[in-house]
């Protein structure tokens, strides 16, 4: 288990086109629910000839409660067309702080409160939209203590 703290810093995103599953979920149906989402954009990505542009990603719309709006897939950079429940979407452009999570997925709420301290004591409010890429596969890096998570949550 790391016990490096994530230093949040100030980034500019910049909007990003996406391919996506989006559906609302139950919080305890993610794992299933991002190894689908994943699977299905690959899958279409691959059939039209699309060129994915980064790692695969979950983002949130609202605060997850016991139910969760999210959208998972992978940034592209051509042209996505919409096709059997894959959507095309967007990470938008945003001032955002981002920190790099390291360890077990249970533990990224830790990363998250950092990241609002931080916001909130340079006077921002978060929106309510976040999203994390998952930079580590657990197929490959079965050591969960080792797993990196990039977490970016714009300022309202």
């Known amino acids: 288990m790391s016990d490096t703290n994530p230093q949040p810093r100030m980034v500019h995103t910049v909007e ?6 989006h559906e609302r979920i139950p919080m305890d149906g ?11 954009v690959m899958a279409a990505a691959q059939v039209q000839n699309v060129q994915l542009a980064g790692p695969p990603f979950a983002l949130y719309r609202g ?9 998972a897939g992978f940034p592209v950079n051509a042209n996505f067309l919409e096709t ?7 990470l938008p452009e945003a001032e955002a702080f981002e920190a790099l999570h390291i360890g077990p997925y249970d ?3 830790k990363t998250y409160g950092i990241i609002q301290e931080h ?15 998952y930079l580590s596969d657990p197929a ?10 990039r977490v970016v949550w714009p300022i309202a």
């Open 16 to 21: 990003q086109p996406t391919a996506v599953v």
């Open 30 to 40: 993610l794992t299933e629910f991002f190894g689908r989402a994943f699977g299905t």
């Open 63 to 71: 605060m997850p409660t016991r139910t969760v709006d999210v959208e």
């Open 84 to 90: 059997g429940g894959v959507a095309k979407g967007s």
């Open 107 to 109: 533990t990224l709420q």
């Open 119 to 133: 916001m909130k004591a340079e006077g921002f409010t978060p929106s309510d939209t976040m999203w994390e890429y």
């Open 140 to 149: 490959t890096e079965p050591d969960p203590t080792k797993w990196q998570t």
